[in-house]
């Protein structure tokens, strides 16, 4: 039972998140989003535990210092308070990402639209978030990569293709060193 009230709030977020991140794309807050981390590997794989969801944003005034002030308003202006780096909706912190490099900016071009009740919501395609994985490199990304592979989200040749557009190669072939079997 307890299973099953953590996939109904889940649900439930998500479908929050969705609304939320939606109204800001409508309201030019931010231009294009996508779920990215664990949560969008939750899509890919069996579910991981998380603390928070990672949202990737392409802001539309990107010159700015204080570039996530505005969203930090938007968000406060409907309830959803800031928590550190992070803003509450309902149980859990939702942390907004913006695009930082050439290929979070191809992830959040080439993200898949799905849905959560009828609600248009983008997520990171598994091929990149399988790079994105690789080029940050810690453990649980490194992870990450494996679980993707395991689930066949994604191909090896795919990651490689990927890694070579992005000037990522030599972390894949040390990826491949290391786990020879993936």
């Known amino acids: 039972m307890v299973a099953l ?25 931010i231009s294009a989003y996508a779920v990215f981390g664990a949560v969008a590997q939750m899509r890919y794989t069996e579910a991981v535990a998380t603390l928070d969801a990672d949202i990737l944003v392409a802001v539309p005034d990107s010159d700015r210092l204080d570039i996530l002030t505005p969203i930090y308003e938007y968000c406060s202006k409907r309830g959803y308070d800031p928590e550190g780096e992070a803003v509450r909706v309902g149980a ?27 609600i ?15 080029s940050v490199g810690r453990a649980k990304d490194l992870t990450r990569v494996l679980a993707l592979l395991e689930s066949e989200s994604v191909s090896a040749q795919d ?10 190669l030599a972390k894949w072939h040390a990826f491949k060193e290391r786990f020879p079997d993936a």
């Open 92 to 118: 859990w912190p939702v942390q907004f990402i913006p695009v930082f490099d050439a290929l979070t900016q191809a992830a959040l071009q080439n993200a898949d639209v799905g849905d959560v009740d009828g």
């Open 120 to 134: 248009p919501f983008s997520v990171v395609r598994a091929d990149y978030l399988a790079v994105i994985a690789l």
């Open 159 to 168: 990651i490689e293709q990927l890694s070579a557009e992005h000037g990522l």
């Open 5 to 29: 009230a953590s996939v109904v709030a889940y649900h439930v977020f998500m479908n929050e998140v969705a609304q939320l991140l939606n109204a800001m794309v409508a309201d030019g807050v």
